[in-house]
């Protein structure tokens, strides 16, 4: 990945018309740009599962970045915009680990050239227990609309 660092002030938090809110490039942003850091509190999966849900109302709506060690990035607490980043089956940026040391971060990386005004979208590729039912993949369902959207958040079944 290329090593420009776009700030915070290149994005924007908005209605989407996708779902709730969504982040949008102020500005063209190349590929490979790393754009914007996914922040909050970091804590155990344990804690994250007591801490479900934020929103009784909506329970699957969560800011939890599952990390590759075990641990859990909690957006609701300590936050950036990127919290507001929807999914999509055809994102135009991806999330990935980076090694600090003694800590782990999440960053949005441009997977193409993105231009002013785009919504950015990752894929969630999220990971619940169990089977992937029409009931479960009906509450983590996808509204990105693409053309091969699989209806669902959920990751792909290997």
């Not at 018309?17 to 999966?45: L, M, Q």
């Not at 193409?112 to 979208?121: C, V, Y």
Request: with cysteine.
């Amino acid at each position: 990945m290329s090593k420009k660092v776009a700030s915070d002030k290149m994005v924007v938090v908005r209605e989407s018309g996708v779902h709730g809110n969504g982040v949008f490039a102020k500005c063209d942003i190349p590929k490979g740009t790393k754009i914007i850091e996914y922040t909050g509190e970091r804590i155990s999966w344990k804690e994250a599962v007591k801490r479900h849900p934020h929103d009784p109302s909506q329970p699957n709506h969560t800011f939890y970045f599952g990390l590759e060690d075990g641990s859990t990035i909690d957006a609701k607490y300590g936050g950036n915009a990127a919290m507001w980043a929807n999914h999509s089956c055809k994102p135009n940026c991806e999330a990935l680990e980076e090694d600090f040391g003694k800590t782990t971060k999440v960053f949005l990386y441009a997977k193409k050239n993105i231009e002013a005004g785009d919504e950015l979208f990752y894929d969630y590729g999220l990971v619940v227990e169990g089977k992937q039912t029409k009931k479960l993949k009906k509450e983590y369902e996808c509204r990105c609309g693409q053309k091969n959207c699989r209806k669902t958040m959920l990751a792909k079944n290997k």
